[in-house]
């Protein structure tokens, strides 16, 4: 396992659109490996492979039970096939520096993907686990949580971070 650099908006790659995975190999076991490492590192409840610079279809989601659980699951070429009611709630993401705020999402959605063996799954997903893989299948598309807010908040938070990075320098 290894630790990998979080990219942060507005860093290109986090707007590109990942690559459906056709290789099951140990290397993409890795991969997950890695994931699901920098994501606890961070710490953080979701990660996916565009935050890490590859443009690949993979995601991994925390589902531990305590804080020294570290569980998460690997989601490899996932699709959000149905979503049903929406429900507000307050995002952050490890790409988006210092903010927050509230995003509408599906509180209930129908996922597909494949296993490691190329397998496909199928599940049901709901409230906060269900948000989390909204956000993490949406990096994937290329999207951030901020797409998701109006252009005025868009726009304020994208003054606020021009803000902090010349702090930075
Ligand atoms: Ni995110």
């Known amino acids: 396992m290894a630790l990998r650099k979080i990219l942060t908006y507005p860093e ?39 935050q890490i610079g590859v443009l690949k279809q993979i995601i991994v989601v925390d589902v531990s039970k305590s804080e020294e659980d570290k569980k998460f699951i690997t989601l490899i070429n996932p699709v959000i096939s149905e979503g049903e009611g929406s429900v507000t709630g307050e995002e952050g993401c490890l790409s988006v520096i210092e903010y927050e705020a509230k995003v509408k999402r599906f509180q209930k ?3 597909t993907a494949q296993d490691f063996d190329g397998e496909p799954i199928t599940f049901d997903a709901e409230d906060r686990f269900a948000r989390i893989i909204q956000h993490e299948v949406d990096h994937l598309h290329g999207k951030l949580f901020i797409d998701h807010l109006s252009a005025l908040k868009r726009g304020l938070y994208k ?5 902090i990075l010349k702090n930075r320098l």
């Open 12 to 50: 290109p790659v986090l707007r590109q659109k990942a690559k459906k995975i056709t290789v099951f190999d140990e290397e993409l076991k890795q991969l997950a490996a890695d994931l699901g490492q920098t994501m606890y590192d961070a710490p953080g409840v979701g990660l996916a492979a565009n």
């Open 109 to 111: 959605i129908h996922v």
């Open 159 to 163: 003054k606020k971070l021009k803000k």
